[in-house]
Antibody
Framework: QITLKESGPTLVRPTQTLTLTCTFS??????????VGWIRQPPGKALEWLAL???????RYSPSLRRRLTITKDTSKRQVVLTMTNMEAEDTATYYC?????????????????WGQGTLVTVSS | QSALTQPASVSGSPGQSITISCTGT?????????VSWYQQYAGNAPKLMIY???NRPSGVSNRFSGSKSGNTASLTISGLQAEDEADYYC??????????FGGGTKLTVL
């Protein structure tokens, strides 16, 4: 059974850097085809895909946020960390950690089958 | 990468069928069989309902179906039930190997 859980600060000051951790179980990021990513949702607004990290260290980022995002993993700890620099009020959102498994062909199965419960991050002074 | 276009809201009566559209471009929706649909109840994480345009994960009711024509994908819910009232989001993999979501559609069961 795959589970993911987000952790991190609930309140961040403007201009600060946000660091979120996704702790997962039920799979290994050392296994071919596995990936963990992040998606956010501002209050009352739509989902926005942010980043994804594959088992082979391939990193994918939203083009509009690429310069502010970094995604890393600690395979042994079963954790993925997302950092977002220069936080603004518009970054206030629920941040979700998600799982993707693409097998041997990562042009297939491009969906997110498991989601964490999400963590609300508020940016305010 | 621009967001996919969905209607802001749709509604239907119990027992009826509704369809939610999701329009993109040839670089995303139209270019690949990579559209997925998610259902989200207020205060909850989204749930995968349809993947690769037409496939249902195990446990998802067969009242939910997906299709695609050109740059537009669609989610159809037949035999509408009160429990279907939720927000629905489409998503597509893109030629740049990133993802794009739609703006979401609020389904109201009358």
């Amino acid at each position: 059974q795959i589970t993911l859980k987000e952790s991190g600060p609930t309140l961040v000051r403007p201009t600060q850097t946000l660091t979120l951790t996704c702790t997962f179980s039920g799979f290994s990021l050392g296994t071919s085809g596995e990936a963990v990513g992040w998606i956010r949702q501002p209050p009352g607004k739509a989902l926005e895909w942010l980043a994804l990290l594959y088992w082979d260290d391939d990193e994918r980022y939203s083009p509009s946020l690429r310069r502010r995002l970094t995604i890393t993993k600690d395979t042994s700890k079963r954790q993925v960390v997302l950092t977002m620099t220069n936080m603004e009020a518009e970054d206030t959102a629920t941040y979700y950690c998600v799982h993707r498994s693409c097998g041997s062909d990562c042009w297939s199965r491009p969906h997110f089958d498991y989601w964490g419960q999400g963590t609300l991050v508020t940016v305010s002074s | 990468q621009s967001a996919l276009t969905q209607p802001a809201s749709v509604s239907g009566s119990p027992g009826q069928s509704i369809t939610i559209s999701c329009t993109g471009t040839s670089s995303d929706v139209g270019g690949y069989n990579s559209v997925s649909w998610y259902q989200q109840y207020a205060g909850n994480a989204p749930k995968l309902m349809i993947y690769e345009v037409i496939n249902r994960p195990s446990g998802v009711s067969n009242r939910f179906s997906g299709s695609k024509s050109g740059n537009t994908a669609s989610l159809t819910i037949s035999g509408l039930q009160a429990e279907d009232e939720a927000d629905y989001y489409c998503s597509s993999y893109t030629s740049n190997r990133v993802w794009v979501f739609g703006g979401g559609t609020k389904l109201t069961v009358l």
